[in-house]
């Protein structure tokens, strides 16, 4: 073992952006830890409960929406998003179907027990949520809100900062 070790980078105490983005993912992580803690009296993770989300949202006429639109619009991305479906399938929350027009489109419907689970689940995640933040005021929620978007759109990218 050497008694001199070669360091090519000056590291020391977080940097502002590097506090930022330790608080960003902390915070994070204890909001999907106490959504996983209470959707887990459901049987869901907060994922599979973003999933039906989207679809008793997006999909209101019951026409179902293709796992590529569905994957879109989770809060987190999912390497894949068929296998989470097809697990959700296995439990009877959502049926998949192929698409009549164009059989390369299988879309994805709640089932009964899916439109329950999301609405049992609503209210009490909501609170749950506005009880993390509940130390903010609804100026700082709104502020803190609007920095998070801006900080996750893309700088290259004019169209993403809208809010800016």
Do not use: C
Not at 71 to 76: F, V, W
Not at 80 to 93: A, F, Q, S, Y
């Amino acid at each position: 073992m050497s008694k001199s070790q070669n360091r090519k980078a000056i590291i020391g105490k977080p940097y502002l952006e590097e506090g930022i983005f330790m608080s960003a993912v902390a915070l994070g992580d204890q909001a999907l830890s106490e959504s996983n803690k209470l959707l887990s009296i459901w049987g869901m993770t907060a994922l599979q409960y973003n999933a039906l989300k989207v679809l008793y949202v997006e999909d209101s006429q019951g026409e179902g929406l293709p796992s590529m639109e569905i994957g879109q619009r989770l809060y987190t991305r999912v390497p894949d998003v068929t296998r989470l479906l097809e697990r959700m399938v296995d439990k009877g929350w959502i049926t998949r179907e192929r698409d009549v027009e164009n059989k390369r489109v299988v879309r994805s419907k709640l089932t009964d027990i899916g439109i329950q689970l999301v609405e049992s689940a609503y209210l009490p995640l909501k609170e749950s949520e506005s009880k993390q933040l509940a130390h903010l005021t609804d100026a700082e929620k709104t502020e803190l809100a609007r920095l998070l978007n801006k900080a996750k759109s893309s700088p290259s990218n004019p169209a993403d900062n809208k809010d800016s």
